[in-house]
C-alpha cells in the first residue's frame, strides 16, 4: 500500500511519536492519485489504443509491417519487466495500448487492401455482382459492384468493389443480380481541400477501388439463384438478405409515398438514397440530421422495445416469472432482435458500431451488472477500434462516442444527486417532467460534448438544436420508432401499413419541427477551421474530466479552455487552385473569396467556403474585382503578388516574364512547381530555388521569374493547392497530397 500524506501523519501519531509529516513530492502525489484511479483505468485503454490508431493514419508513409511487430514486441517486453505499483507501470501501460492500436491499424490495411484502378482508365466493361442498390430519384440508381472482371485490367489488379451511377435506372434490378456494364470508371476522388474529408481513404476499407457512372443501362446476365449455398453460403446469405431489405424498403415506400416513405425506408433498412438533399439540408440544419441514419439512437429504441416487450409478456406467466430469469431472457432475447435490425438496415459501419455498442450493454444485463456504466462504453469502443480501426478518424464515431461518454459519464456523476428527485412523487404529470428534463438535460449535454467535433469536420453549428430534439426525440421515441418495430412484426402477415399509417404522421410531425427550426434566423452558424491542436486539447480535457472521478478531473476544464482559446489560431490561406486549374480563389478587399468559378466546379468550392467559415452558396462567388479576366486567361493580386492564370500557351509566355503566381491550366504545360511545391506537402519560402519545370527545359528559362508555378499535370496528380503568402512575399504551399501521403488509398501507394 502507498501512503499519501495525511496517512504518513497518522502512522507518525500512532508509533508514539511527533515527528513531521512526511512531505511528498508532485510526481508521488500524483502517482497516489492515479492508484486512487485504479478502477477506472481501463476505461483510458480504448483512448490509448485510438490514439495508436490515429498515428498510423497520420503518417505520411505506410509503416512496415516488420517495424509495428517490432514496436508492439519492445511495448509488451517493457510492459512485462517493470515492477507493479509504479508510475512505469501506467507509463508502460499506455505504451503497450498505442503500439496495439498501431498493429491492429496495420492488420487492418492489410486485410481490406484492394487494388485501385489508375486515373485516366476511361470506359471498360464490368462485370459482377450486385451488392447494393441506392435509389436516387431523377438522377437514376448507385450500384455497388462486387467486381468479376473488368475489361483491360488483369485479375491481380482487380478492385473487390466498383461503385457506379446509372441513369436511368434499370428496372427489375435486384441484389445478387450478375450484371455486365459499360462504364467510365477513376480512382476514388480524394480530399477537395489539402486536410479534408478524405473519401479514397473511406473508400478503400470498404473494397471500393473505382468509382464511374454507366455508359449504357446493365444487362443482366445472371441471379442469385445461380449460387447453390455449397458453393458461396455467405455469399448467398448476404445477397438473400438484400434482397429482404430492399422487399422490405419497397412494400414501406408504397404504403408512404414521398419523403415520408423514403424517411420510413431510411429508418428501418438504412437506405437513405431516396430523402432529397433539400430534406436533409433541414433536418442537418436543425440538428436533427442524427435521427435519419441508424445509430445509437435508434439502436437502443429497438432493443430495448424487444427487451421490455419479452419480459412484460413473459411476466404475465407466474409459474415462468418465479423459477426463471425472465429479465435474462429478455436480454438475450433483445440481443437477438437487434441482430435482426442490424441485418436489415444495411450492415452500415455507423450500425454495426451501434448494435456492438448495444450488444454490450445487454451482455452487461446477462453478468447481472449495470447496462448503463462507463465500462461498458469503454468495451464497446474497444471492440471497435480493435475491429475497425479506421473508426478513429470517422467523424460519426467520433461523434456517437463524445456524446455517449457524456452521458454515461453524467449519469453516474448525477445518480446519487438525483435520487432524492427520483423517490419523489410519482405523479403522470412528475414522471412527465422528468422526462422532458431527461430530454433537455441530455441534449444540452451531447450537444456539448459533439460541439467541438461539429465545427472541426463540418465547420457549423446548430444553434437551436435544444429546441428541435425537445419536440422531435419524444415523437421519435414514442410513436415513430415503435411503429417502425411494429412495421416489421407485421410485414410478414402484410398487416405493415396498420403500423406505418402511426409511424407516417410522426415523421411528418419531425419533418415540419425539422423544417420550421432550420428556418429560424441564426439556426445555422458557419464556423471557420479550427486546428488540430484545438480539436485535441478539447477532447484531452473531456476525456479527463469524464473518465476521472476524484477532483482533478477539473483540471479536464482547462484543458478545454485552452483548446477553446487555440481555436481561432488556423491560419486561413491567400489563395486556392483547384480543378485543374479551372477554379481559383483568392482574398477581396473584405477577406472573403473571389475569383474564377463555374458551374461544373461548385462542390469543391462549397467545400472552401465551408471551411472558411462563409456562408455564402459557390453560385455567389464571382470575380469580386480580383480577377480581370479574357479568352486567354486571368491577372489578379493577392497580398501585392501578380497572381496570372494562363489558358493558352501564348499566355503562359506572357505570364512568366511578368507575373509573382502563374497557373497553367492548359494542357501540355508539364509538371511545374516552386521550390518543389510540385511533390507536394507543405514547403515554405518556395521562392528560394525558382521554378523546376518537368520536363520540359525551356519552361524554365521562359518561367524564371515567377515565385511558384503550378501547372494543370500537377493539380491532377497532387490534388487542390492552398497558398500562403507571408508579408515577405515568401510563399508556402500545402497540396491534397501531400497531406494525404504516400499510402495504399492513395494514387501512388495503391500501385505497390
Known amino acids: ?15 508514539g511519536t511527533f515527528a513531521e509529516p512526511v512531505r511528498r513530492s508532485p510526481g508521488e502525489r500524483m502517482v497516489d ?8 483505468w481501463f476505461y483510458w485503454i480504448p483512448v490509448f489504443v485510438g490514439c495508436g490508431s490515429l498515428i498510423y493514419f497520420s503518417l ?20 512485462v519487466a517493470v515492477p507493479a505499483g509504479t508510475f512505469a507501470e501506467i507509463a508502460t501501460a499506455i505504451v503497450l495500448s498505442v503500439a496495439v492500436g498501431l498493429a491492429a491499424a496495420k492488420v487492418r490495411t492489410e486485410v481490406v487492401r484492394t487494388p485501385i484502378v489508375a486515373d485516366g482508365l476511361g470506359e471498360a466493361i464490368v462485370s459482377g455482382r450486385v451488392e447494393l442498390i441506392e435509389v436516387r430519384g431523377a438522377e437514376g440508381q448507385r450500384l455497388t459492384i462486387r467486381a468479376l472482371k473488368i475489361a483491360s485490367i488483369a485479375a491481380e489488379d482487380l478492385p473487390a468493389r466498383v461503385k457506379v451511377s446509372i441513369r436511368p435506372a434499370a428496372d427489375g434490378l435486384l441484389p445478387g443480380d450478375l450484371i455486365s456494364l459499360k462504364a467510365k470508371l477513376s480512382p476514388p476522388p480524394r480530399a477537395s481541400v489539402p486536410g479534408g474529408y478524405d473519401f479514397a481513404r473511406y473508400a478503400f476499407f470498404r473494397g471500393i477501388g473505382a468509382v464511374g457512372y454507366g455508359a449504357a443501362a446493365p444487362e443482366k446476365v445472371g441471379s442469385i439463384v445461380g449460387i447453390s449455398i455449397e458453393q458461396g453460403a455467405l455469399e448467398w446469405a448476404l445477397h438473400a438478405v438484400a434482397r429482404v431489405r430492399k422487399g422490405i424498403g419497397d412494400r414501406v415506400k408504397a404504403a408512404l409515398p414521398g419523403q415520408t416513405g423514403a424517411i420510413a425506408n431510411a429508418l428501418i433498412t438504412g437506405d437513405r438514397s431516396g430523402i432529397t438533399e433539400e430534406t436533409n439540408e433541414a433536418y442537418r440544419a436543425s440538428g436533427l440530421f442524427h435521427i435519419l441514419s441508424i445509430s445509437g439512437l435508434h439502436m437502443a429504441i429497438m432493443g430495448g422495445a424487444v427487451f421490455f416487450a419479452l419480459r412484460f409478456m413473459l411476466a404475465l406467466f407466474p409459474a415462468v416469472v418465479l423459477n426463471y430469469p425472465i429479465k435474462k431472457w429478455a436480454a438475450a432475447g433483445a440481443v437477438l432482435g437487434s441482430f435482426g435490425y442490424l441485418m436489415i438496415s444495411g450492415g452500415s459501419f455507423a450500425t454495426v458500431r451501434s448494435f456492438l455498442m448495444i450488444a454490450v450493454m445487454f451482455a452487461a444485463v446477462l453478468a447481472d451488472r449495470s447496462a448503463l456504466a462507463l465500462r461498458n462504453v469503454a468495451l464497446a ?17 467520433q461523434m456517437s462516442f463524445a456524446a455517449v461518454v457524456a452521458l454515461v459519464a453524467s449519469y453516474e456523476a448525477m445518480a446519487r444527486r438525483a435520487e432524492p428527485l427520483l423517490l419523489g412523487p ?9 422526462f422532458f428534463a431527461a430530454i433537455v438535460g441530455s441534449t444540452v449535454i451531447a450537444s456539448a460534448a459533439v460541439a467541438p467535433l461539429g465545427v472541426y469536420h463540418f465547420h457549423q453549428t446548430q444553434l437551436f438544436a435544444v429546441l428541435a430534439n425537445l419536440i422531435a426525440v419524444p415523437i421519435c421515441n414514442l410513436i415513430v420508432m415503435p411503429a417502425a418495430l411494429g ?10 401499413a396498420i403500423a406505418l399509417s402511426v409511424m407516417g404522421p410522426g415523421l411528418e410531425a419531425m419533418g415540419a419541427v425539422a423544417s420550421w427550426v432550420a428556418g429560424l434566423q441564426g439556426a445555422v452558424s458557419r464556423v471557420a477551421a479550427i486546428p488540430t491542436v484545438a480539436l485535441g486539447l478539447m477532447t484531452a480535457g473531456g476525456l479527463w474530466l469524464c473518465l476521472f472521478r476524484a477532483r482533478w478531473r477539473l483540471f479536464g476544464v482547462v484543458a478545454i479552455a485552452a483548446g477553446v482559446a487555440v481555436a481561432p489560431w488556423q491560419t486561413k490561406p491567400d489563395l486556392m487552385i483547384g480543378d485543374e486549374g479551372r477554379l481559383v480563389v483568392m482574398r477581396d478587399a473584405s ?18 467556403l465551408a471551411r472558411d467559415g462563409d456562408a455564402r452558396e459557390a453560385g455567389e462567388v464571382g470575380p469580386g474585382g480580383v480577377l480581370r479576366c479574357d479568352e486567354a486567361g486571368c491577372v489578379g493580386i493577392a497580398k501585392g503578388l501578380t497572381v496570372a492564370i494562363a489558358r493558352h500557351p501564348s499566355a503562359g509566355r506572357d505570364d512568366c516574364r511578368r507575373a509573382d503566381i502563374v497557373v497553367l491550366a492548359y494542357r501540355g504545360a508539364g509538371a511545374v512547381a516552386g521550390g518543389g511545391a510540385g511533390a507536394g506537402g507543405r514547403m515554405r519560402d518556395a521562392a528560394a530555388d525558382g521554378p523546376a ?15 511558384l508555378v503550378v501547372t494543370r499535370d500537377a493539380l491532377q496528380r497532387l490534388g487542390t493547392h492552398a497558398l500562403w503568402i507571408a508579408e515577405d512575399g515568401a510563399t508556402s504551399v500545402e497540396t491534397v497530397a501531400g497531406v494525404q501521403g504516400d499510402r495504399p488509398w492513395s494514387p501512388a501507394g495503391s500501385r505497390r
Open 426 to 434: 410519482r405523479t403522470w404529470f412528475w414522471r412527465g417532467a422528468g
Open 60 to 79: 505520411p508513409f505506410e509503416p512496415e509491417s516488420v517495424a509495428i511487430a517490432g514496436i508492439l514486441t519492445a511495448a509488451l517486453a517493457l510492459r
Open 1 to 15: 500500500m502507498q501512503w499519501g500524506a495525511g496517512d504518513s501523519e497518522t502512522q507518525a501519531i500512532c508509533a
Open 693 to 707: 519545370t518537368v520536363p520540359a527545359a525551356a519552361a524554365k528559362l521562359l518561367c524564371a521569374r515567377p515565385r
Open 33 to 40: 492519485a492515479l492508484e486512487d484511479e485504479r478502477p477506472r
Open 591 to 608: 477577406g472573403a473569396f473571389a475569383g474564377l468559378t463555374s458551374r461544373y466546379n461548385e462542390y469543391e468550392l462549397s467545400q472552401w
Open 487 to 496: 412495421a416489421l412484426l407485421l410485414m410478414p402477415f402484410g398487416g405493415e
Open 381 to 397: 469502443a474497444l471492440l471497435i477500434l480493435l475491429l475497425f480501426p479506421e473508426s478513429v478518424v470517422d467523424p460519426g464515431f
